[in-house]
């Protein structure tokens, strides 16, 4: 039996029920194709207030694209994202008004010190009182000494540290997490993974993360999707789904889901090019 | 609009120039040497010419405004090339900032650089050769702002072009003042150039300020009727600037072209 097909209660892809309780993100038929190659091929999913949703992948599987689809910095080609119950395509700076991110790939501006980005992006996000709130995330990321320095020259920890401070500034009701933990060390990872955890419970900010840590995902994650070749393969636990679908660890379970589709794909004909 | 997204734009300039002397070098550098050169040019044709034309007031007068015309352009194309060099185009967009709070905010910091441009080049101007500049009483406020319209209208559209062709086109935005200068006639009366040069001109909302300044320098008064239509053009220039920087926001956020930005997005 395929994992696919194991995928039991959960049916991956499907439109969410119309009476979904308090989501903070809902995305619905989400599509997005570049030229003959579909990145996202009709997902649909939800993370709920307080929920950290993992979104796993192998590379090229559309996480990205979901993400920037989300952050309304790419548009769908079909589908319906709802932040808080506010549709992005018509009200854009409202939805995102309640979001924020931190990605590896998009470094805050090295040239300003982490005191300058943290005042750029607070005034960005429009943030009352920002002054009060950056002395906040500076004393809870530990950046406090670190405050006058270039944000480029600062560790690559310690730009995690900053990068995750500035996801913060808003007081977010949905948080966009890209593999947030990679540059740190396990005790600076495992720290960082706590605070998330406690400010998704004590704020009710609904979370998708993208990781390739299948342990942080374990210990961080409520429930986890896996999404290849633009589409969801399979949702649900991450610490239920693996013994559920005859693997020994998440990690198995996401080398098959990785390798599966590319194993159902027809042999190349003969004489056919590399 | 809101305020606060506004300022930070301008606020993220200001920290950069104010930790960065090579930032603030230039804004005042370029247009002291152009004063300087033009000055003594100037200088040396008063001399030299009995023609009657006081050239420190038509000659480096105009180099004054135009110089000040090229400030405010770049002004706005750095604020823009900012989030370019730093890659910063997913972290800027990616929140409720408006495209209009995004450009009010290219502005504000172009109004600011280009006034310490055109201070300095007051201040030499004055001071070394004896431009009568507030001759020109109240005239000057629309040749100002004629050139002020113009230069974001021109900043605006250029980082438009950035925007859609890629950081590599960035060599394209800095000849564009020197591209223009022949059509809008800085140095000479539009009557000099052939007709399709001249048509091209009287499209230029500059040209209706160095042929109004001319005639007041010679004693001829200036054509009220001349101003309106330069203002006017470049009003009309900064809808278009607007427009076109908004659609091709659009087409590079539905393309994916914003969210993969890099040197290598020139297509």
């Known amino acids: 039996m395929s994992v696919q097909a194991a995928a039991g209660a959960a049916i991956p892809g499907a439109a969410l029920p119309s009476a979904a309780p308090d989501y903070a993100l809902r995305a619905d038929g989400l599509r997005k194709s570049y030229a003959a190659t579909v990145a996202v091929d009709g997902i649909s999913f939800g993370v709920r207030a307080g929920e950290i949703v993992g979104l796993l992948g192998p590379n090229g599987a559309g996480k990205t694209t979901t993400i920037n689809m989300v952050l309304g910095v790419l548009q769908p080609d079909a589908g319906d994202i709802r932040i808080e119950g506010i549709e992005l395509a018509r009200h854009r700076s409202q939805a995102l008004a309640h979001t924020n991110f931190s990605a590896v790939y998009a470094a805050l501006p090295g040239n300003l010190t982490v005191y300058q980005n943290l005042r750029f992006f607070s005034l960005i996000y429009d943030v009352p009182a920002g002054s009060n709130r950056i002395e906040q995330l500076l004393d809870e990321f530990d950046l406090q000494r670190l405050r006058n320095t270039r944000s480029g020259v600062l560790s690559s920890g310690e730009q995690t540290r900053l990068a995750l401070a500035k996801a913060m500034v808003n007081q977010p009701r949905l948080l966009l997490l890209d593999e947030p933990t990679a540059s740190l060390d396990p005790s600076a990872a495992d720290l960082i993974r706590s605070r998330i955890r406690a400010m998704a419970l004590r704020t009710g900010c609904g979370i998708l993360w993208t990781s390739h840590n299948m342990y942080e995902v374990e210990e961080t994650c409520d429930r986890v999707l896996f999404l290849s070749r633009g589409k969801i393969l399979l949702e649900g636990d991450p610490r239920s789904l693996p013994r559920a679908h005859g693997a020994s660890s998440l990690e198995e379970l996401f080398i098959r889901l990785a390798r599966e589709p590319l194993a159902a794909e027809p042999p190349a004909a003969p004489g056919a090019a590399p | ?267």
């Open chain 2, 1 to 267: 609009m809101k305020l606060r997204p506004i300022a930070a734009i301008a606020l993220r300039q200001f920290y950069l120039m104010r930790s960065s002397p090579t930032r603030v070098l230039p804004m005042i550098a370029w247009v002291a040497i152009d004063i300087i050169l033009w000055g003594f040019i100037s200088r040396y044709l008063n001399t030299v010419t009995s023609s009657g034309i006081n050239f420190i007031s038509s000659l480096l007068g105009a180099v004054l405004f135009w110089d000040f015309f090229t400030r405010v352009m770049q002004g706005v194309t750095m604020a823009f090339f900012e989030d370019v060099w730093s890659r910063n185009f997913i972290n800027v967009f990616a929140t409720p900032l408006l495209i209009s709070e995004y450009l009010t905010g290219l502005v504000l910091t172009g109004v600011t650089t280009s006034l310490v441009g055109l201070l300095v080049m007051l201040v030499l101007a004055t001071w070394l050769f004896g431009l009568p500049f507030f001759s020109l009483g109240l005239l000057l406020l629309p040749f100002l702002l004629v050139l002020f319209l113009f230069g974001i209208a021109l900043g605006v559209l250029a980082s438009a072009m950035v925007l859609r062709l890629g950081p590599a086109s960035e060599w394209l935005v800095w000849p564009i003042p020197a591209l223009l200068s022949p059509f809008v006639g800085v140095f000479y009366p539009l009557s000099t150039l052939p007709a399709w040069m001249r048509a091209v001109g009287h499209l230029l909302p500059p040209s209706y300020v160095f042929e109004s300044m001319r005639s007041v320098v010679g004693g001829h008064g200036y054509s009220g009727n001349g101003l309106l239509t330069g203002i006017a053009l470049a009003l009309l220039d900064i809808l278009l600037a607007a427009w076109s920087f908004t659609a091709i926001y659009r087409y590079a956020v539905r393309s994916g072209l914003l969210a993969r930005y890099s040197a290598e997005s020139v297509s």
